[in-house]
């Protein structure tokens, strides 16, 4: 069974530091997203792709996260300068194109900022 | 925007009864409402969903009930077994642009055997 995969699974960096997480959808699923998910809540949308298009990032923090996909296929969320405060899982998902459609989750990557 | 309560945060009961976890929604709008179940450990996925033109969806021991008047829906678990403890998650969607998921603040489900 086709699952979404991320690396790395865990990272620790120093505040300041930049960090990058990577996220390979399931073949054919032209949405992504990617979401926060910090210790004891529920997911939060973070942007969301229609092929290589963002169509969401109201949640984003501009100044200092940037998402791309290029290629419309896998993508890239960066932090530049890592805070402590961005601490959490970072989960991508991804689903077929049109409607209502199920979310797959990958793994995550663990982010802790020192 | 569209808001997600969940309730209760914690819930435990014993093996072989019933869980109920409840969520109320925001937006009038939101016709999609999914259920994420997750392990200690590993990825959220999907249990059971429910769109607005039916009031109740069941999967063998998984029931989700739909009041769109009272704005709320309910996951309930029956002849629960010690596979079930997890974080459980409620969403709906939010309408206009890009729709997406907003997700409640999960439920720790522990079945005691």
């Known amino acids: 069974e086709a699952e979404v995969a991320q690396s790395p699974r865990y990272k620790i960096t120093e505040k300041s530091q930049a960090v990058a997480f990577w996220c390979d959808p399931i073949?054919?699923?032209?949405?992504l997203y990617w979401y926060r998910q910090i210790l004891g809540q529920g997911p939060e949308l973070l942007v969301q792709?229609?092929?290589?298009?963002?169509?969401?990032d109201s949640q984003l923090p501009k100044d200092r996260f940037s998402a791309e996909r290029l290629k419309g296929v896998d993508s890239t969320l960066k932090i530049q300068p890592a805070e402590l405060g961005d601490s959490a899982m970072y989960l991508c998902?991804?689903?077929?194109?049109?409607?209502?459609?199920?979310?797959?989750f990958g793994p995550g990557t663990r982010l802790t900022v020192t | 925007g569209e808001n997600v309560e969940q309730h209760p945060s914690t819930l435990s009961v014993q093996e072989g009864d019933s869980a109920v976890i409840k969520c109320t929604y925001s937006?009038?709008?939101?016709?999609?409402f999914p259920w994420y179940k997750q392990e200690l450990g590993k990825r959220p996925q999907l249990i059971i969903d429910i769109r607005s033109n039916v009031g109740e969806k069941k999967d063998q021991r998984i029931a989700v009930t739909l009041n769109k008047t009272a704005k709320h829906f309910s996951l309930h678990i029956t002849e629960t077994q010690p596979e079930d403890s997890a974080v459980y998650f409620c969403?709906?969607?939010?309408?206009?642009?890009?729709?997406?998921?907003?997700f409640g603040q999960g439920t720790r489900l522990t079945i005691n055997p």
């Open positions: 998902a991804s689903s077929p194109t049109g409607g209502l459609r199920e979310q797959y």
């Open positions: 969403a709906a969607n939010q309408l206009g642009g890009a729709q997406k998921l907003v």
């Open positions: 937006d009038s709008a939101s016709n999609y």
């Open positions: 792709f229609q092929d290589e298009s963002v169509v969401d």
């Open positions: 073949s054919g699923h032209a949405t």
